[in-house]
Protein backbone atom coordinates (compact mmCIF):
# COMPACT_ATOMS: atom_id res chain seq x y z
CA UNK A 1 0.00 0.00 0.00
CA UNK A 2 1.39 3.59 -1.16
CA UNK A 3 0.55 4.75 2.33
CA UNK A 4 2.01 2.21 4.12
CA UNK A 5 5.35 2.61 2.32
CA UNK A 6 5.35 6.81 2.99
CA UNK A 7 4.57 5.61 7.03
CA UNK A 8 7.92 3.47 6.84
CA UNK A 9 10.11 5.84 5.04
CA UNK A 10 8.95 8.53 7.24
CA UNK A 11 9.83 6.45 10.01
CA UNK A 12 12.42 5.48 8.91
CA UNK A 13 14.19 8.70 7.76
CA UNK A 14 13.07 10.46 11.08
CA UNK A 15 15.54 7.05 12.99
CA UNK A 16 18.19 7.86 11.11
CA UNK A 17 18.06 11.25 11.85
CA UNK A 18 17.69 11.06 15.35
CA UNK A 19 20.49 8.11 15.32
CA UNK A 20 23.10 10.41 13.16
CA UNK A 21 22.29 13.24 16.20
CA UNK A 22 22.05 10.83 18.97
CA UNK A 23 25.34 12.12 20.13
CA UNK A 24 25.03 15.71 20.78
CA UNK A 25 21.24 15.21 22.30
CA UNK A 26 22.40 13.62 25.74
CA UNK A 27 26.07 13.01 25.93
CA UNK A 28 24.60 11.04 29.14
CA UNK A 29 22.14 8.65 27.96
CA UNK A 30 22.53 6.27 25.16
CA UNK A 31 21.35 6.75 22.06
CA UNK A 32 19.42 4.04 21.57
CA UNK A 33 17.60 4.85 24.62
CA UNK A 34 16.96 8.57 23.62
CA UNK A 35 15.49 7.54 20.33
CA UNK A 36 12.99 4.74 22.19
CA UNK A 37 11.88 7.60 24.19
CA UNK A 38 10.37 9.63 21.29
CA UNK A 39 8.85 7.09 20.02
CA UNK A 40 4.88 6.30 20.98
CA UNK A 41 4.71 2.64 21.00
CA UNK A 42 0.74 2.83 21.63
CA UNK A 43 0.56 5.00 18.67
CA UNK A 44 2.12 2.93 16.89
CA UNK A 45 -0.06 0.18 16.66
CA UNK A 46 -3.07 2.87 16.03
CA UNK A 47 -0.67 4.46 13.28
CA UNK A 48 -1.40 0.79 11.57
CA UNK A 49 -5.22 0.91 11.54
CA UNK A 50 -5.02 4.58 10.18
CA UNK A 51 -3.30 3.21 7.25
CA UNK A 52 -5.79 0.31 7.34
CA UNK A 53 -8.65 3.03 7.12
CA UNK A 54 -7.43 5.24 4.57
CA UNK A 55 -6.41 2.33 2.35
CA UNK A 56 -10.27 1.08 2.60
CA UNK A 57 -11.03 5.03 1.45
CA UNK A 58 -9.49 4.99 -1.20
CA UNK A 59 -10.25 1.60 -2.69
CA UNK A 60 -13.85 2.84 -2.19
CA UNK A 61 -13.28 5.91 -4.12
CA UNK A 62 -11.66 4.33 -6.40
CA UNK A 63 -14.66 1.79 -7.01
CA UNK A 64 -16.89 4.64 -6.72
CA UNK A 65 -15.13 6.72 -9.93
CA UNK A 66 -14.58 3.57 -11.48
CA UNK A 67 -18.57 3.03 -11.90
CA UNK A 68 -19.05 6.67 -12.51
CA UNK A 69 -16.52 6.59 -15.28
CA UNK A 70 -18.49 3.44 -17.43
CA UNK A 71 -22.03 4.55 -16.91
CA UNK A 72 -21.32 8.54 -17.62
CA UNK A 73 -18.67 8.74 -19.82
CA UNK A 74 -18.98 13.26 -19.83
CA UNK A 75 -18.35 12.60 -15.76
CA UNK A 76 -15.45 10.44 -16.13
CA UNK A 77 -12.87 13.59 -16.20
CA UNK A 78 -14.78 15.61 -13.22
CA UNK A 79 -14.88 12.42 -11.48
CA UNK A 80 -11.05 11.69 -11.34
CA UNK A 81 -10.24 14.91 -11.18
CA UNK A 82 -11.87 15.14 -7.59
CA UNK A 83 -10.69 11.83 -7.37
CA UNK A 84 -7.09 13.39 -7.40
CA UNK A 85 -8.14 16.14 -4.72
CA UNK A 86 -9.81 13.46 -2.39
CA UNK A 87 -6.15 11.01 -2.39
CA UNK A 88 -3.85 14.38 -1.81
CA UNK A 89 -6.17 15.05 1.17
CA UNK A 90 -6.07 11.76 2.54
CA UNK A 91 -2.57 11.09 1.98
CA UNK A 92 -1.68 14.08 3.74
CA UNK A 93 -4.20 13.61 7.01
CA UNK A 94 -2.87 9.95 6.86
CA UNK A 95 0.91 10.93 7.29
CA UNK A 96 -0.11 13.67 10.15
CA UNK A 97 -1.98 11.49 11.67
CA UNK A 98 0.42 8.75 12.05
CA UNK A 99 3.12 11.21 12.54
CA UNK A 100 1.54 12.57 15.52
CA UNK A 101 0.50 9.12 16.87
CA UNK A 102 3.99 7.38 16.68
CA UNK A 103 5.87 10.29 18.09
CA UNK A 104 5.96 12.20 21.06
CA UNK A 105 6.65 15.85 19.44
CA UNK A 106 8.68 18.18 21.50
CA UNK A 107 11.37 20.95 20.51
CA UNK A 108 14.25 18.63 19.35
CA UNK A 109 11.44 16.72 17.22
CA UNK A 110 10.26 20.22 15.65
CA UNK A 111 13.85 20.75 14.68
CA UNK A 112 14.73 17.73 13.22
CA UNK A 113 11.39 18.17 10.55
CA UNK A 114 12.40 21.55 10.04
CA UNK A 115 15.45 21.02 8.92
CA UNK A 116 14.18 17.58 7.05
CA UNK A 117 11.41 19.78 5.48
CA UNK A 118 14.05 23.18 4.69
CA UNK A 119 16.48 20.57 2.74
CA UNK A 120 13.47 19.00 0.77
CA UNK A 121 11.95 22.25 0.13
CA UNK A 122 15.66 23.20 -1.37
CA UNK A 123 15.73 20.44 -3.60
CA UNK A 124 12.28 20.53 -4.66
CA UNK A 125 12.32 24.14 -5.76
CA UNK A 126 15.91 23.91 -7.21
CA UNK A 127 14.88 22.96 -10.58
CA UNK A 128 11.60 25.54 -10.48
CA UNK A 129 14.19 27.87 -10.01
CA UNK A 130 16.18 27.43 -13.23
CA UNK A 131 13.02 27.00 -14.84
CA UNK A 132 11.99 30.84 -13.16
CA UNK A 133 15.10 32.37 -14.77
CA UNK A 134 15.09 29.88 -17.70
CA UNK A 135 11.43 31.40 -18.33
CA UNK A 136 12.69 34.95 -17.73
CA UNK A 137 15.73 34.57 -20.04
CA UNK A 138 12.77 33.00 -22.73
CA UNK A 139 10.81 36.63 -22.80
CA UNK A 140 13.92 38.62 -23.26
CA UNK A 141 15.65 36.81 -25.47
CA UNK A 142 13.27 35.91 -27.28
CA UNK A 143 14.08 32.95 -29.62
CA UNK A 144 10.47 32.11 -30.18
CA UNK A 145 7.07 33.85 -29.94
CA UNK A 146 3.62 32.42 -28.91
CA UNK A 147 1.62 31.36 -32.22
CA UNK A 148 5.33 30.29 -33.61
CA UNK A 149 5.59 26.91 -35.63
CA UNK A 150 8.65 25.63 -33.87
CA UNK A 151 10.54 22.32 -33.76
CA UNK A 152 12.01 21.31 -30.39
CA UNK A 153 13.44 17.83 -29.60
CA UNK A 154 11.61 15.93 -31.83
CA UNK A 155 8.23 17.62 -31.45
CA UNK A 156 6.86 20.14 -33.97
CA UNK A 157 3.58 22.09 -33.61
CA UNK A 158 2.58 25.67 -31.88
CA UNK A 159 3.75 27.41 -29.03
CA UNK A 160 0.53 28.51 -27.25
CA UNK A 161 1.72 29.90 -24.20
CA UNK A 162 4.96 30.87 -22.42
CA UNK A 163 4.92 31.29 -18.32
CA UNK A 164 7.52 31.68 -15.86
CA UNK A 165 7.76 28.00 -15.70
CA UNK A 166 7.45 25.94 -18.87
CA UNK A 167 6.22 26.35 -22.40
CA UNK A 168 3.35 24.98 -23.93
CA UNK A 169 3.46 22.78 -27.74
CA UNK A 170 0.25 22.00 -29.30
CA UNK A 171 1.61 19.71 -31.66
CA UNK A 172 0.09 18.82 -35.75
CA UNK A 173 -1.95 15.96 -33.86
CA UNK A 174 -3.19 18.29 -31.41
CA UNK A 175 -1.40 16.99 -28.34
CA UNK A 176 -0.56 19.54 -25.81
CA UNK A 177 3.46 19.36 -24.69
CA UNK A 178 4.61 21.21 -21.65
CA UNK A 179 8.12 21.71 -21.73
CA UNK A 180 10.36 23.93 -18.77
CA UNK A 181 12.02 26.42 -19.54
CA UNK A 182 15.18 25.44 -18.35
CA UNK A 183 15.49 23.02 -21.60
CA UNK A 184 15.56 25.72 -24.08
CA UNK A 185 18.78 27.27 -22.35
CA UNK A 186 20.94 24.59 -23.74
CA UNK A 187 18.77 22.22 -26.60
CA UNK A 188 18.54 23.61 -29.98
CA UNK A 189 14.84 25.35 -31.40
CA UNK A 190 14.15 25.76 -35.03
CA UNK A 191 11.35 28.48 -35.63
CA UNK A 192 9.83 28.35 -38.76
CA UNK A 193 7.58 31.85 -39.43
CA UNK A 194 9.73 33.92 -35.95
CA UNK A 195 6.55 35.85 -35.46
CA UNK A 196 5.15 36.21 -39.32
CA UNK A 197 1.96 34.67 -40.06
CA UNK A 198 3.61 33.40 -43.15
CA UNK A 199 6.02 30.38 -43.19
CA UNK A 200 8.10 28.66 -46.16
CA UNK A 201 7.43 24.98 -46.79
CA UNK A 202 9.25 22.42 -48.26
CA UNK A 203 7.97 20.04 -50.51
CA UNK A 204 10.50 17.44 -52.71
CA UNK A 205 9.22 15.46 -55.68
CA UNK A 206 11.13 12.85 -57.61
CA UNK A 207 11.50 12.07 -61.45
CA UNK A 208 13.40 9.65 -63.72
CA UNK A 209 16.61 11.15 -64.97
CA UNK A 210 15.22 10.76 -68.40
CA UNK A 211 11.91 13.12 -68.13
CA UNK A 212 11.50 16.10 -69.22
CA UNK A 213 12.99 18.80 -66.29
CA UNK A 214 11.57 21.85 -67.76
CA UNK A 215 8.17 20.66 -68.14
CA UNK A 216 8.25 19.06 -64.55
CA UNK A 217 9.67 22.36 -63.00
CA UNK A 218 6.83 24.37 -64.67
CA UNK A 219 4.43 21.90 -63.44
CA UNK A 220 5.36 22.42 -59.79
CA UNK A 221 6.11 26.12 -60.09
CA UNK A 222 2.42 26.39 -61.99
CA UNK A 223 0.58 23.91 -59.22
CA UNK A 224 2.34 26.03 -55.96
CA UNK A 225 1.31 29.59 -57.72
CA UNK A 226 -2.41 28.57 -58.11
CA UNK A 227 -2.70 27.14 -54.83
CA UNK A 228 -5.13 29.19 -52.78
CA UNK A 229 -3.09 28.75 -49.43
CA UNK A 230 -0.31 30.17 -51.67
CA UNK A 231 1.78 33.66 -50.29
CA UNK A 232 2.41 35.19 -53.41
CA UNK A 233 4.42 38.38 -52.54
CA UNK A 234 7.17 35.53 -51.40
CA UNK A 235 9.04 34.29 -54.45
CA UNK A 236 8.50 30.47 -55.90
CA UNK A 237 11.61 28.29 -56.09
CA UNK A 238 11.76 25.07 -57.73
CA UNK A 239 15.87 23.64 -56.81
CA UNK A 240 16.92 20.61 -59.31
CA UNK A 241 19.15 18.24 -58.56
CA UNK A 242 20.61 14.96 -58.86
CA UNK A 243 19.61 12.08 -55.95
CA UNK A 244 21.45 9.38 -55.82
CA UNK A 245 20.51 6.11 -53.31
CA UNK A 246 21.72 2.59 -52.78
CA UNK A 247 17.99 1.78 -54.79
CA UNK A 248 17.29 4.49 -57.40
CA UNK A 249 18.65 7.32 -59.27
CA UNK A 250 16.61 10.06 -59.79
CA UNK A 251 16.26 14.00 -60.03
CA UNK A 252 15.14 15.52 -57.08
CA UNK A 253 12.82 18.96 -58.06
CA UNK A 254 12.55 20.91 -55.05
CA UNK A 255 9.63 23.14 -54.26
CA UNK A 256 10.05 26.08 -51.37
CA UNK A 257 6.73 27.99 -51.49
CA UNK A 258 5.25 30.17 -48.77
CA UNK A 259 2.20 29.63 -47.19
CA UNK A 260 -0.57 32.16 -46.36
CA UNK A 261 -1.08 31.17 -42.68
CA UNK A 262 1.02 28.31 -40.89
CA UNK A 263 -2.34 26.74 -39.84
CA UNK A 264 -2.85 25.40 -44.08
CA UNK A 265 1.12 24.35 -44.11
CA UNK A 266 -0.41 20.72 -44.47
CA UNK A 267 -3.31 21.35 -46.66
CA UNK A 268 -0.85 23.68 -48.44
CA UNK A 269 0.92 21.05 -48.97
CA UNK A 270 -1.55 18.20 -49.72
CA UNK A 271 -2.72 20.53 -52.35
CA UNK A 272 0.60 21.00 -54.47
CA UNK A 273 1.14 17.40 -54.23
CA UNK A 274 -2.27 16.26 -55.27
CA UNK A 275 -1.93 19.03 -58.28
CA UNK A 276 1.45 17.92 -58.95
CA UNK A 277 1.16 14.35 -59.49
CA UNK A 278 -2.21 14.53 -61.19
CA UNK A 279 -0.16 16.38 -63.89
CA UNK A 280 2.40 14.39 -64.05
CA UNK A 281 0.34 11.35 -64.33
CA UNK A 282 -1.46 13.45 -67.51
CA UNK A 283 1.83 14.76 -68.97
CA UNK A 284 3.42 10.78 -68.62
CA UNK A 285 6.22 12.10 -66.14
CA UNK A 286 7.30 8.93 -64.52
CA UNK A 287 9.06 8.34 -61.18
CA UNK A 288 12.52 6.80 -60.67
CA UNK A 289 12.56 3.17 -61.34
CA UNK A 290 13.58 1.66 -58.28
CA UNK A 291 16.54 -0.60 -58.73
CA UNK A 292 16.08 -4.54 -57.43
CA UNK A 293 19.42 -5.60 -56.14
CA UNK A 294 20.35 -8.93 -55.72
CA UNK A 295 22.61 -11.02 -53.87
CA UNK A 296 24.79 -14.06 -55.07
CA UNK A 297 24.26 -16.88 -52.49
CA UNK A 298 26.75 -19.88 -52.11
Partial sequence: MKIQAYATLLLLALFLSFQAQAETLSPNLDSLTEIASLIRWSGVFMSILVLFVAWLMLKFTQNI?????????????????????????????????????????????????????AVSVGFAMKDLAASFIAGLTVMIDRPFQVGDRVTFEGHYGDIIAIGLRSVRMCTLTDDIITIPNSKFLSDVVVSGNYGALDMQVVIPF????DQ????????IREAAASSRYIHLPK???????????DS?????????AYVLDIKYEKLFETDITLKVMQEFKKQQICPPAIMQSTKLTR
Fill in 65 to 117: VDSISSQFAQRRMLAQKLQSFFQFFVYMTAGISVFMLSFRVDDRVLTLIGGTL
Fill in 206 to 209: HVAL
Fill in 212 to 219: DLTLATDI
Fill in 235 to 245: PIVVLVKQDIS
Fill in 248 to 256: YFAIKLTLK
